[in-house]
Nanobody
Framework: QVRLVESGGGLVQAGGSLRLSCAPS????????MGWYRQAPGKQRELVAT???????EYADSMKGRFTISRDNARNTVYLQMDGLRPEDTAVYYC??????????????WGQGTQVTVSS
């Protein structure tokens, strides 16, 4: 069974940095678009950034210039480098990926979420 496993969340002061990582466990054939989303308390889940297998990226406007998404296709891992963190960045961050597992059709997968808390 394929799962997305995230790591790297935590508590940081405003202006600090964190780096999130996400990789699938299980047997997979290929991965398409990977991305990060976040959900703050009382708010809807929102897009942070996405990246294609070819390296094309998209960012939510509020994250441009502060967050950087990247991926290592050899390791099937996506990263989110977050710099200049603000208290309003506090949220649970979720990894998302379009995965074709071995012997199964393509499906959309979500990680369990990792908490990022930015103190003022």
């Amino acid at each position: 069974q394929v799962r997305l496993v995230e790591s790297g969340g935590g508590l940081v002061q405003a202006g600090g940095s964190l780096r999130l990582s996400c990789a699938p466990s299980g047997s997979i054939r290929s991965i398409g678009v990977m991305g990060w989303y976040r959900q703050a308390p009382g708010k809807q889940r929102e897009l942070v950034a996405t990246i294609t297998s070819g390296g094309s990226t998209e960012y939510a406007d509020s994250m441009k210039g502060r967050f950087t998404i990247s991926r290592d296709n050899a390791r099937n891992t996506v990263y989110l480098q977050m710099d200049g963190l603000r208290p309003e960045d506090t949220a649970v961050y979720y990894c998302n990926a379009a995965i074709i597992p071995l012997y199964r059709p393509e499906n959309d997968y979500w990680g369990q979420g990792t908490q990022v808390t930015v103190s003022s």
